[in-house]
């Protein structure tokens, strides 16, 4: 019973430890509304910004201390670039499918969080900026810590590859939103993307370089709407 015990307070501990960065990867949009409530006063944008910038800089500190704590995998160093591309490609031609898919079924030409993020911009320069910078720099560092680094190694054993990519490409979705089930599957497929390209080649390095190329260019579409 006391081993049960044992096993049961540290699934929770894990759980909990999850729970807080999930929480936190949140917070960060939340300065951007704020300053877009008053998008003519400089000094709101300055400090907002800042405070934005600052919180994620906290998110990857502590999430890059708690990855090297119950990382699983051996160390290993260089980027693959063939798994970076190949990744990219899989989650290019995935992504397509599901919008595609999106479209016909229910008549959206893109996601609620693409348009969540689109209202974002054009508000301030100096916010929008920041913003646009942190979408292919500090963004991808903060949530492959997360959803790949942290998430994949608190819960299944090492060995247990596909169970880790699911609940990656789930928990990822979850976080991202969604109003139909295409939507949200698309983004679950580029979780699970993320995840496998990380659990492979042992260096979540790649999966990060995968996840700004593709917020790249994403972003630069959302601004050539604007």
Not at 4 to 9: A, C, H, M, S, V
Not at 25 to 38: D, E, K, L, Y
Not at 167 to 174: D, E, I, K, M, T
Not at 207 to 213: D, N, P, V
């Given at each position: ?11 929770l501990y894990r759980m909990g430890l999850f ?96 348009e969540l993020i689109r209202q974002m911009l ?105």
């Open positions: 019973m006391k081993i049960k015990e044992t096993k049961l307070g540290g699934f729970l807080v960065f999930y929480v936190l990867i949140q917070t960060p949009p939340m300065a951007v509304a704020i300053s877009n409530r008053r998008p003519n006063n400089q000094g709101v944008a300055i400090v907002m910004s800042s405070l934005f910038v600052l919180i994620f800089l906290f998110i990857i500190n502590r999430a890059n201390y708690v990855f090297h704590q119950y990382n699983q995998l051996p160390q290993k160093t260089g980027i693959k670039v063939g798994a970076v591309i190949g990744g990219y490609l899989a989650l290019m031609v995935g992504m397509m499918f599901f919008s595609w898919l999106n479209q016909v079924i229910f008549n959206q030409s893109g996601t609620a969080n693409n054009d508000h301030n320069r100096l916010v929008t900026g920041v913003f646009v910078i942190s979408s292919f720099t500090l963004t991808p560092v903060a949530e492959e810590l997360i959803f790949r680094g942290i998430l994949t190694n608190l819960f299944f054993k090492p060995t247990r590859l596909w169970p880790k990519v699911i609940l990656s490409g789930v928990v990822f979705s979850s976080a991202h939103a969604s109003t139909t089930i295409v939507s949200f599957l698309l983004y679950c497929f580029m979780g699970m993307v993320l995840a496998y390209v990380y659990r492979k080649t042992g260096n979540i390095k790649n999966s990060m370089l995968i996840h700004a190329l593709n917020n790249a260019v994403a972003i630069a579409a959302l601004l050539h709407t604007i």
